[in-house]
């Protein structure tokens, strides 16, 4: 069947933002305008064009994937963007019903062979959000250069050309694939899920309770810990839902985040004390928070007790030569007090511990075992973070020791001592408030010796990355940092996710050999001097919503 391509011309064209780290993040109402969409996919299909040769290639470099979270209108969104696609001279491959996680994108991505592909998600933010960002052959996240190439074929486009969904599926020329199995396959090959299954019966009575927000995570971790591993699970808000939950008590739209402030009901099964393993899953699935017998563990302390037990999942082999264990800088850097262990344990590989930007690309690129700030940890076999690899990596190691989350976790703290963590926010929609707050922060090193709060600002600066391999600046000013006295360190970065005004993410980290003490009062003069600094500086707000405040703390007296 010949496919009948139309060819569309856009009289007024718009200014397309450039993505940012995660894609690019409007509200629904940006994404809906009159042939915005077309316009923004037009351009993801002439960078395609590009890289390909336009179709001077074989055939498998000419297929795209699509797929995305179930928030509103993504599932009009991926029709729309595959027509234009295969008006483009692709192939593409559709998730079944649009639904795919992150990293089950990833994995469709490197297992079909395509050129790339196109994921519709705005991650943690709530459905009033839309998100779409590009992945390559390799399945990891665009690098700078090729965003900044898509922005400015997506800025050029005067038309765009398309087909009938229909009739693309009809030619084969649109194909829908099962992401669910494709991904279900790649855990089961990494962890055995035989041998899970079997350490399982044995182990009578162990229990699980998940919550998958409605987002894609359900069916999902259905088909995985259910359906292959026959754990008896709990599964909370496992239908995938447009509205993604839909509002809060006050009216907010509810965001599909694995943090403390939106999952009340598995902290409270979690307190029971009744189930081994809990676990959370945003909306696409690549953030993460495990826990279990009333334990929570953060993403860094997860990752460095993954790297404990890295031979389970055969990491050695991944890495020929060099293993990179990666963390965002703005990551409490547990996995650096473990370099010599790491080195002692793969004694054939050279190991490096290495502090990337925030934006998991850098860890990808470097391949993919690391842990970023946004309760994300890389599954080193695909591209992207991944949580239900995550928490079912943390399952394995559960039934390969007999002990519990928390056991594990103080296995740890015990050998390398803990770096305690909180994570909190300035935010906004003045730009002036952003411009002052951006002054304060590189000019912070002329307040050197200066007492804020309890503490002294001893050392201020901007953080680059200095890439591993080329020894080059790779990001310039990726972070801000402050370091008070008595080892308390604030790193702060502007959000790039967010769809509207300004974030500042502030991040508080202290190391410390005695790991049983509560949280709070080790960060609290680390919250108070940051508002201190701010305040010194005439800025007109504080920083708020710290990760601690209302989460569980198993030292808190």
Same mark, same amino acid.
């Given at each position: 069947?010949?496919?009948?391509?139309?060819?569309?011309?856009?009289?007024?064209?718009?200014?397309?933002?450039?993505?940012?780290?995660?894609?690019?993040?409007?509200?629904?109402?940006?994404?809906?305008?009159?042939?915005?969409?077309?316009?923004?996919a037009?351009?993801?299909?002439?960078?395609?064009?590009?890289?390909?040769?336009?179709?001077?290639?074989?055939?498998?470099?000419?297929?795209?994937?699509?797929?995305?979270?179930?928030?509103?209108?993504?599932?009009?969104?991926?029709?729309?963007?595959?027509e234009?696609?295969?008006?483009?001279?692709?192939?593409?491959?559709?998730?079944?019903?649009?639904l795919?996680?992150?990293?089950?994108?990833?994995?469709?991505?490197?297992?079909?062979?395509?050129?790339g592909?196109i994921?519709?998600?705005?991650?943690?933010n709530?459905?009033?959000?839309v998100?779409?960002?590009?992945?390559?052959?390799?399945?990891?996240?665009?690098?700078?250069?090729?965003?900044?190439?898509?922005?400015?074929?997506?800025?050029?486009?005067?038309?765009?050309?398309?087909?009938?969904?229909?009739?693309?599926?009809?030619?084969?020329?649109?194909?829908?694939?099962?992401?669910?199995r494709l991904?279900a396959?790649?855990?089961?090959?990494?962890?055995?899920f035989?041998?899970?299954?079997?350490?399982?019966?044995?182990?009578?009575?162990?229990?699980?309770?998940?919550?998958?927000?409605?987002?894609?995570?359900?069916?999902?971790?259905?088909?995985?810990?259910?359906?292959?591993?026959?754990?008896?699970?709990?599964?909370?808000?496992?239908?995938?839902?447009?509205?993604?939950?839909?509002?809060?008590?006050?009216?907010?739209?509810?965001?599909?985040?694995?943090?403390?402030?939106?999952?009340?009901?598995?902290?409270?099964?979690?307190?029971?004390?009744?189930?081994?393993?809990?676990?959370?899953?945003?909306?696409?699935?690549?953030?993460?928070?495990?826990? &279990?017998?009333? @334990? %929570?563990?953060?993403?860094?302390?997860?990752?460095?007790?993954? +790297?404990?037990? *890295?031979? /389970?999942?055969? !990491?050695?082999?991944?890495?020929?030569?060099?293993?990179?264990?990666g963390?965002?800088?703005?990551?409490?850097?547990?996995?650096?007090?473990?370099?010599?262990?790491?080195?002692?344990?793969?004694?054939?590989?050279?190991?490096?511990?290495?502090?990337?930007?925030?934006?998991?690309?850098?860890?990808?690129?470097?391949?993919?075992?690391?842990?970023?700030?946004?309760?994300?940890?890389?599954?080193?076999?695909?591209?992207?973070?991944?949580?239900?690899?995550?928490?079912?990596?943390?399952l394995?190691?559960?039934?390969?020791?007999?002990?519990s989350?928390?056991?594990l976790?103080?296995?740890?703290?015990?050998?390398? &001592?803990?770096? @305690? %963590?909180?994570?909190?926010?300035?935010?906004?929609?003045?730009? +002036?408030?952003? *411009?002052? /707050?951006?002054? !304060?922060?590189?000019?912070a090193?002329?307040?050197?010796?200066?007492r804020?709060?309890?503490?002294?600002?001893?050392k201020?600066?901007?953080?680059?990355?200095?890439?591993?391999?080329?020894?080059?600046?790779?990001?310039?000013?990726?972070?801000?940092f402050?370091?008070?006295?008595?080892?308390?360190?604030?790193?702060?970065?502007?959000?790039?996710?967010?769809?509207?005004?300004?974030?500042?993410?502030?991040y508080?980290?202290?190391?410390?050999?005695?790991?049983?003490?509560?949280?709070?009062?080790?960060?609290?003069?680390?919250?108070?001097?940051?508002?201190?600094?701010?305040?010194?500086?005439?800025?007109?707000?504080?920083?708020?919503k710290?990760?601690?405040?209302?989460?569980p703390?198993?030292?808190?007296?």
């Amino acid at each position: 069947m010949a496919l009948k391509i139309e060819t569309i011309r856009l009289d007024k064209p718009y200014t397309i933002k450039k993505m940012g780290t995660s894609g690019l993040r409007l509200v629904q109402e940006d994404y809906n305008r009159h042939l915005y969409l077309e316009q923004f996919a037009q351009g993801v299909a002439g960078y395609f064009l590009e890289i390909t040769g336009k179709g001077r290639v074989a055939t498998n470099n000419r297929t795209l994937v699509i797929g995305g979270d179930p928030r509103k209108g993504n599932r009009e969104r991926v029709r729309k963007i595959a027509e234009i696609m295969t008006g483009n001279g692709f192939r593409v491959y559709v998730a079944n019903d649009g639904l795919a996680s992150t990293p089950a994108m990833s994995h469709a991505i490197r297992t079909l062979e395509a050129a790339g592909g196109i994921i519709l998600t705005a991650s943690h933010n709530p459905f009033t959000d839309v998100g779409i960002k590009i992945n390559m052959a390799s399945g990891a996240p665009a690098l700078e250069d090729t965003v900044n190439r898509v922005h400015e074929l997506q800025n050029s486009v005067t038309e765009y050309h398309t087909v009938r969904f229909e009739d693309a599926l009809e030619a084969g020329e649109v194909e829908y694939f099962d992401a669910i199995r494709l991904y279900a396959d790649l855990l089961d090959s990494v962890l055995d899920f035989g041998g899970m299954r079997e350490k399982l019966r044995v182990r009578s009575g162990f229990s699980a309770a998940f919550d998958a927000m409605h987002g894609a995570a359900g069916p999902f971790a259905r088909e995985v810990f259910v359906n292959r591993l026959g754990l008896n699970a709990t599964i909370l808000r496992e239908e995938p839902r447009e509205d993604l939950g839909g509002f809060d008590a006050h009216g907010d739209p509810l965001h599909p985040e694995p943090d403390f402030d939106y999952i009340p009901e598995l902290i409270s099964l979690n307190s029971s004390g009744e189930f081994d393993l809990v676990a959370a899953w945003d909306s696409d699935v690549d953030r993460r928070l495990d826990g &279990g017998k009333g @334990f %929570f563990v953060e993403s860094a302390d997860e990752f460095a007790l993954f +790297s404990m037990y *890295a031979d /389970l999942i055969g !990491l050695g082999r991944l890495f020929p030569n060099e293993i990179f264990f990666g963390r965002s800088t703005v990551t409490a850097g547990t996995i650096d007090l473990m370099q010599e262990h790491l080195q002692k344990k793969f004694p054939e590989h050279k190991v490096r511990t290495v502090e990337t930007p925030t934006g998991f690309k850098w860890i990808a690129e470097l391949g993919n075992w690391g842990v970023e700030e946004s309760n994300g940890v890389g599954n080193p076999y695909l591209r992207e973070k991944d949580g239900i690899f995550a928490t079912a990596f943390l399952l394995k190691i559960l039934l390969e020791t007999g002990k519990s989350v928390q056991e594990l976790m103080e296995d740890v703290w015990k050998k390398f &001592g803990r770096v @305690f %963590f909180t994570r909190g926010e300035v935010s906004g929609s003045d730009e +002036s408030e952003k *411009a002052l /707050l951006t002054a !304060l922060l590189e000019s912070a090193t002329q307040h050197e010796g200066a007492r804020f709060g309890t503490l002294t600002l001893e050392k201020a600066g901007a953080w680059d990355y200095v890439h591993p391999q080329t020894g080059k600046v790779a990001d310039k000013n990726a972070a801000y940092f402050l370091s008070f006295s008595d080892g308390n360190t604030i790193k702060a970065r502007f959000s790039g996710t967010g769809s509207g005004g300004y974030t500042l993410r502030v991040y508080c980290t202290k190391f410390d050999t005695h790991y049983d003490r509560p949280k709070s009062p080790i960060t609290q003069p680390m919250k108070d001097a940051f508002d201190a600094f701010l305040k010194a500086g005439g800025f007109p707000g504080q920083s708020k919503k710290y990760t601690d405040a209302n989460q569980p703390d198993p030292y808190s007296t």
